[in-house]
């Protein structure tokens, strides 16, 4: 699936029917890991900061995502541990 916004073009790649990956003018913007338990269920998402393509280095964002007993995400935590966002239920 493709978006245009502007002049920027947003690529959304899927995989079994779950957002694997997104680029934006053909740089790597996300990238999304599932967890083995449940088909929609987000494990943790890499994020490029600094422009450069790469999800995976120190100009990078990995948050990881906290569910409850049905799979609802409940917040994001970074590496350290910190919860960067709460959702409410």
Do not use: I, P, W
């Given at each position: 699936?493709?978006?245009?916004?502007?002049?920027?073009?947003t690529?959304y790649?899927y995989?079994v029917m779950r957002l694997?990956?997104?680029?934006?003018n053909?740089?790597?913007g996300?990238?999304?890991?599932?967890?083995?338990?449940?088909l929609?269920?987000?494990?943790?998402?890499?994020?490029d900061?600094d422009?450069?393509?790469?999800?995976?280095?120190?100009?990078?964002?990995r948050?990881?995502?906290?569910?409850?007993?049905?799979?609802n995400?409940?917040?994001?935590v970074?590496?350290?541990?910190?919860?960067?966002?709460?959702?409410?239920?």
């Amino acid at each position: 699936m493709k978006k245009n916004v502007g002049v920027a073009l947003t690529e959304y790649y899927y995989e079994v029917m779950r957002l694997a990956e997104t680029r934006t003018n053909g740089v790597t913007g996300e990238q999304f890991v599932y967890d083995t338990r449940y088909l929609h269920s987000v494990a943790l998402r890499d994020r490029d900061t600094d422009g450069d393509g790469d999800c995976t280095d120190l100009g990078s964002e990995r948050l990881f995502y906290c569910n409850d007993g049905n799979f609802n995400v409940t917040a994001l935590v970074d590496t350290n541990g910190a919860v960067v966002e709460l959702q409410n239920q």
